[in-house]
């Protein structure tokens, strides 16, 4: 009896320890359902023999329909040089395996399991216009298995996408860029791609033609602005079915640029730049700075150009509008340079080097100014009581020539100088006999006669002088002319081809619908019910 005790005593212990974990995997939540979890994956993967390698179909002929839907969360940039889109998206993958099929209640009413995405067969879904060379996700997350065989596998990736870049209406340009998946290892005998489908209330279902944005979880991105988000199901029949090419789905991403940016920096700058070129026809050809600045404004515009060539992709399909602007106002210049060489030469000749014909002065110096709004003093008809508008020279010279025709140089001699000496004073008082008076005067004449001859040389070369400074004026106001016609002959032309140019990229706006000819907007507001 003494020895039945202790072993009573270690009995009821033991049973105790054991009720009590029983009552503790009862009563504690989830340690039940994580044993029943581990039997159902061993009832899966180990009882029934799943295999990962083989597609889920009872029958070779028979097919798996893969749905798919995108979820866009960022469109992070689009670079034009390497014409790459890289976009952060989920990619929601939706098939049937019914190896994955179980009894709920015989499994503790578990309806779903979290697995590896290794654990279990996979469609093998790429990007097929990546511009990396990966086709390998950017994480592999758990796929969901329903008891009913539906498997859900919703992986985030970053993908660098293809984009073909058309710059012709940059930077009022808009882009077509889209995301072709495929599968990397089955062909079209094998599974059908499809778009996910989406239950209404009333149970009418839609499949989802566009691509998912979620305004909370989506980041806008400062310079691209989406216009179209489409999603289509391509089947190509001229290419046989057992190949992977047959069949794919697009997700299409139609994109506007925002211009802000490009109008403020370069658009802007480039404009104003190339309307300064206007005031070299200001300035005066004395001046000496007029090819300066044209040329300035060239070297400007040629920096300008070398920005936007490394803005863009290196194509010669065709040529962008501010490229096309840059070039206009490049040409322009240098014809204004050419001009201006052409103005500095007129403006500098002289009498001694090119003689100006009636012709040309009649047609710069009155009929031209006329047309042109020129006014200019020398121009005015002085009035009876108005001077002479000319240099003091030349007035002297007019008035002295008046003078000379009414008188002898002789006599006008004679009678100045002798005024200015006191000798006809003299001589009305004396009252002398015209012998000695004539006498006088041929001495007089012999003794100021070299006076006058340098007085007259002198009157010769005042009147040469001004002729030729005339002249010389007339040659700077035909410079002055041609600056004027100039002035309002590239003014205009260069407000008609900026305004032409620019407004060809404005008018240039996405299509209204994604695909020519489909009057279906392909937008959740717009749902096309099966």
């Known amino acids: ?27 504690l939540p989830g340690s039940w359902g994580l044993n029943e979890e581990q039997r159902l994956i061993q009832h899966l993967f180990k009882e029934k023999g799943y295999k990962k390698e083989l597609r889920p179909v009872a029958h070779k002929e028979d097919r798996v329909d893969v749905a798919l839907s995108l979820t866009l969360s960022n469109l992070i940039s689009l670079k034009e040089v390497e014409e790459t889109l890289t976009t952060n998206v989920w990619i929601d993958h939706a098939w049937i395996d019914r190896r994955l099929q179980w009894d709920a209640e015989d499994f503790g009413n578990i309806t779903v399991l979290r697995l590896p995405s290794d654990m279990v067969w996979l469609p093998e879904i790429v990007l097929e216009n990546n511009n ?102 391509n089947v190509d029949p001229s290419v046989p079915m057992d190949s992977t090419n047959h069949q794919d789905i697009t997700f299409y991403l139609i994109i ?33 700075e007029k090819t300066s600045v044209a040329i300035s404004v060239l070297l400007a515009q040629s920096v300008f150009l070398l920005l936007i060539s490394k803005r863009l992709p290196a194509t010669s399909m ?77 007035g002297y010279i007019s008035k002295a020539e008046e003078y000379f025709s009414l008188k002898s140089r002789s006599d006008l001699m004679f009678e100045k100088q002798s005024e200015r000496h006191g000798l006809a004073r003299r001589l009305t008082t004396a009252r002398r006999p015209p012998a000695s008076s004539e006498q006088a005067q041929q001495e007089l004449f012999s003794e100021l006669k070299p006076a006058v001859d340098g007085a007259n040389f002198i009157v010769n070369h005042m009147r040469d002088q ?56 392909y937008d959740e507001q717009d749902r096309r019910f099966i």
Not at 4 to 27: H, R
Not at 280 to 288: E, K, T
Not at 330 to 340: A, F, P, S, W
Not at 497 to 520: M, R
Request: with cysteine.
């Open 1 to 27: 009896m003494a020895g039945l005790v202790p072993t009573l005593g270690l009995l009821a212990a033991l049973v105790v320890c054991v009720t009590s974990t029983l009552f503790l995997s009862l009563t």
């Open 132 to 233: 990396d060379g990966s086709f390998q996700l950017s994480f592999a997350c758990n796929v969901l298995v329903y008891n009913s065989g539906s498997v859900t596998w919703l992986p985030p990736s970053i993908f660098r996408s293809s984009c073909p870049i058309s710059v012709t209406y940059f930077p009022f340009d808009w882009q077509n860029c889209s995301l072709k998946f495929s599968s990397l290892k089955y062909t079209a005998k094998e599974i059908t791609l499809s778009l996910k489908q989406e239950e209404e209330e009333d149970g009418r279902t839609y499949p989802i033609e566009w691509i998912i944005i979620d305004p909370e979880g989506f980041t806008e991105n400062g310079e691209w602005e989406i216009v179209h988000r489409a999603a289509k199901v």
């Open 256 to 288: 506007r640029r925002k211009p802000l940016f490009y109008i403020i920096n370069i658009l802007v700058p480039c404009v104003l730049i190339s309307f300064m070129i206007n005031l070299v026809f200001y300035l005066p050809g004395d001046c000496g």
């Open 318 to 394: 065709a040529i962008p509008l501010v490229g096309k602007f840059l070039l206009f106002g490049m040409v322009l210049v240098t014809m204004v340079v050419v001009i201006c060489v052409i103005v500095l030469n007129i403006h500098f000749r002289t009498p001694s080097t090119h003689v100006l014909s009636e012709g040309v002065k009649k047609f710069f110096l009155e009929t031209l100014p006329k047309l042109l709004h020129m006014s200019h003093p020398a121009e005015e008809d002085p009035g009876p009581r108005t001077p002479i508008r000319r240099s003091s020279s030349l």
């Open 466 to 521: 001004n002729s030729y400074n005339e002249e010389k004026d007339n040659w700077n106001q035909v410079a002055r002319t041609v600056d004027r016609l100039c002035l309002f002959v590239v003014t205009p032309v260069m407000v008609v081809g900026t305004a032409w140019i620019f407004l060809q990229g404005v008018y240039n706006q996405p299509p209204p619908q994604p695909f020519p000819g489909d009057p279906f907007s």
